[in-house]
């Protein structure tokens, strides 16, 4: 009796678990392209990605790589967006396994995602100045070294996340488990404490249009992969993140929020030491200062790319 009433209980909380995870995915709703542009499909290895396209095609090329969490996508550089379109043509890309692109069950792995940058920018742009955020800066330093950039500006990178544990990253991946495992990742609350915590300094500037478009953006088909390589701390760079960035031969300027916790702005003074680069603070922020103070960005951003043209010249 006793077995039989733990094999129904077992069944139950799996019937359950399923039943859950189920409905989750019935709620979210279709991703809407959250910015001002035209969009385009870019076919890579198979996997269609997503991008969004503003400003003069005449003006210098602008590629804006998001960051990695379970909610990513472009909406991160929202807004900044118009802004930036008004002086470079700007090119904001959902990362493959993110967003609007498709989510194929692959093992997401960094030189993945350095190549899908390399062949992207040079497919469809034109030595393009790149934006990249937290650990996809690494990936775009990566592919920096075997790309024509013009420049990159780098906001809180890092190439280190935590130690490894790929058993995790198979846990995720499991139908039933890692979904559920997954779905508590990626609640609302969950994402709301990332945003509160590692996003922005003044809570009142997280509005509740974000916290659901990642929430939706989470829970699409295939949503977990990309997020099991993150969180298992596969998708950190093997190279010295300090050392890359020293041996590139193009203008490299940091940004960092004052106040950033989770990547210190006390990292972004030993990467800029170690590779000698420009660092530019903005006060009153954490990760994302370009989406908390957007005119401000823009501002030291354009300052900061004419700076290093003019030094290029010289």
Excluded at 147 to 158: A, G, K, M
Excluded at 223 to 245: I, K, M, N, Q
Excluded at 253 to 271: H, I, N, S, Y
């Amino acid at each position: 009796m006793k077995a039989r009433t733990v094999l129904g209980t077992a069944l139950g909380a799996v019937g359950a678990a399923v039943l859950g995870n189920r409905l989750l995915a019935k709620r979210a709703g279709d991703l809407e392209n959250p910015l001002p542009g035209v969009e385009r499909t870019y076919r890579w290895r198979g996997i269609e990605t997503r991008y969004t396209v503003a400003g003069d095609p005449d003006d210098p090329d602008m590629l804006l790589l998001h960051g990695i969490h379970a909610g990513a996508s472009s909406y991160e550089f929202e807004p900044a967006f118009e802004r930036l379109a008004e002086q470079y043509h700007v090119v904001a890309v959902d990362l493959p396994g993110f967003a609007r692109s498709e989510r194929p069950p692959l093992v997401y792995s960094p030189t993945l995602y350095a190549e899908f940058v390399r062949d992207f920018a040079a497919d469809e742009l034109d030595e393009p100045i790149v934006v990249a955020s937290s650990l996809t800066g690494a990936f775009a330093v990566d592919a920096a070294s075997e790309t024509e950039f013009d420049s990159l500006v780098l906001v809180c990178p890092t190439g280190e996340t935590g130690p490894e544990r790929p058993w995790l990253r198979t846990l995720l991946r499991t139908p039933v488990v890692g979904s559920t495992i997954y779905n508590a990742i990626a609640s609302r609350p969950s994402l709301r404490y990332y945003f509160n915590r590692d996003g922005y300094y003044d809570r009142e500037r997280l509005d509740a249009e974000e916290v659901n478009f990642a929430w939706d953006s989470a829970h699409q088909p295939g949503a977990r992969f990309a997020p099991a390589s993150f969180v298992s701390g596969t998708l950190d760079p093997e190279f010295d993140l300090a050392t890359e960035l020293a041996s590139l031969e193009i203008p490299v300027t940091l940004v960092w929020g004052r106040d950033a916790d989770l990547v210190p702005l006390r990292d972004g003074r030993d990467l800029a030491d170690a590779a000698d680069l420009e660092l530019v603070v903005v006060d009153y922020a954490t990760q994302l200062p370009h989406a908390e103070h957007p005119a401000k960005f823009v501002e030291y951003l354009t300052a900061e790319l004419v700076h290093a043209d003019a030094d290029s010249d010289e």
